[in-house]
């Protein structure tokens, strides 16, 4: 192989696994601090990519701005119904079996299909790269690599860094890890365990739905684009370990260079090469590379 295609290979599958830590890490902390099984959160990631398709022109006519803009309205409508969801929904399934969770979460995600369809149609989509990010750098003497795919990458890596320090160093990072630990326990010491749920559901959802709208100009925006990923993400969830996003973060990136380089080298196995990275780790690490924390 080519070191300029080894290369772009590489930055790839760093994209790849940066863009499903997103996705991932909001998915460990609704399952590891919640214990809530979240079937549906596939389809935040695919809302988040509807919204940077439907709130561009929109926000670019009547607001004037663009690309950031667009994804300082989108992430702010999903935080909103990230916290009104788990009031509605989620605040009931804490004390429920986990087949309950499963088949409500499951009928969310026909909700949001339904709505889909009505709202923005069947068809697929695409989403324009902002001009300013729409360049490539030269890598070698005839390969190029879009601006774009590292634009995202940055964005996942501070995202991650502001998480790690958020979970770790902070008030309300404390609080989560104590009420992932022993919610009686915090609420005895006068802590609202409701808000703080739906503040880490929130969460959840933002991380989700930045995650698609980071994607939509990258691919195209279709129906049912989140069950692959919700998909993918419960893989990353169990390798790095359940509520640890540290466990999250390495176990994206073992997937990405796994599922990128498994389509390159071995092309007709590599849809089962990340399910068996899956299974050589459990052998291993039964509760996965890091508990939780």
């Not at 690309?67 to 605040?91: D, I, K, N, P, Q």
């Not at 324009?128 to 890596?157: E, H, N």
């Not at 860094?161 to 979970?167: D, E, H, R, S």
């Not at 176990?251 to 599922?259: I, M, P, R, T």
């Amino acid at each position: 192989m080519d070191v300029s295609i080894f290369l772009i290979q590489c930055l790839n599958a760093v994209q790849y696994g940066l863009l499903l830590f997103l996705v991932a890490s909001g998915l460990t902390l609704i399952f590891g601090v919640m214990g809530v099984i979240n079937l549906a959160h596939g389809s935040f990631y695919m809302i988040g990519a509807y919204m940077a398709f439907a709130l561009s022109p929109l926000v670019q006519g009547v607001v004037g701005g663009g690309f950031f803009t667009t994804l300082v309205f989108g992430l702010l409508l999903s935080a909103v119904l990230g916290y009104l969801l788990e009031w509605a929904f989620f605040s009931y399934l804490y004390d429920r079996d986990h087949l309950q969770q499963v088949l409500m979460t499951y009928g969310l995600i026909l909700v949001f299909e339904e709505l889909r369809s009505i709202l923005v149609g069947n068809d697929v989509h695409g989403v324009k790269v902002p001009d300013w990010l729409a360049g490539t750098v030269q890598l070698g003497d005839v390969m190029t690599y879009p601006v774009y795919r590292l634009f995202i990458s940055a964005v996942c890596i501070g995202v991650a860094l502001l998480l790690y320090f958020l979970i770790g160093r902070t008030r309300l990072g404390m609080m989560v890890r104590a009420g992932a630990s022993n919610r009686e326990m915090i609420t005895s010491l006068g802590i609202n365990i409701k808000r703080l749920y739906r503040i880490v559901f929130a969460v959840g959802v933002v991380l989700a739905a930045l995650a698609g709208m980071l994607a939509a100009p990258m691919s195209s925006v279709y129906p049912g684009m989140g069950n692959h990923v919700l998909i993918i993400c419960f893989v990353v969830v169990v390798i790095g370990g359940i509520g640890s996003i540290r466990g999250a973060f390495l176990a994206a990136l073992l997937v990405g260079f796994v599922d990128t380089f498994g389509k390159v080298l071995f092309a007709e196995a590599a849809g089962v090469a990340v399910y068996v990275l899956m299974a050589a780790i459990l052998l291993y690490k039964p509760e996965g590379l890091f508990k939780q924390g």
